[in-house]
Nanobody, 126 residues
Framework: QVQLVESGGGAVQAGDSLSLSCAASGRTASSFRMGWFRQAPGKEREFVAA????????FYADSVKGRFTISGDSAKNTVYLQMNSLKPEDTAVYYC???????????????????WGQGTQVTVSS
């Protein structure tokens, strides 16, 4: 089992930045993909960004490309999401996730992740 704890959410103005962290514990060596998803009220949980642990390859949703950066610190078993130039439409609960699948297939798909954090609220006002 893997336990995930997010931190760093908050309320900011449009154009501001926030950094989210996701600390993992447990059998972290079994997870090869780490991702961030978000869910706005009344909407489905959607992919935001992902990183593959083996080679550091990163993937982004078109809506955040160029503004968000995902990174990982293997020594700390922590994944980060740096969010710049935030927009009101970025308002959501942000969830980190880890998956045991090794390849790239489905790395942007919610169902390919096995473990989820409890979520952290990000609110961006105009």
């Amino acid at each position: 089992q893997v336990q995930l704890v997010e931190s760093g959410g908050g309320a900011v103005q449009a154009g501001d930045s926030l950094s989210l962290s996701c600390a993992a514990s447990g059998r972290t060596a079994s997870s090869f993909r780490m991702g961030w998803f978000r869910q706005a009220p009344g909407k489905e949980r959607e992919f935001v960004a992902a990183i593959r642990r083996t080679d550091g390859n990163t993937f982004y949703a078109d809506s955040v490309k160029g503004r968000f950066t995902i990174s990982g610190d293997s020594a700390k078993n922590t994944v980060y999401l740096q969010m710049n130039s935030l927009k009101p439409e970025d308002t959501a609960v942000y969830y980190c996730a880890r998956g045991t699948r090794f390849g790239l297939a489905g790395i942007t798909v919610r169902d390919s992740y096995n473990y989820w954090g409890q979520g952290t609220q990000v609110t961006v006002s105009s």
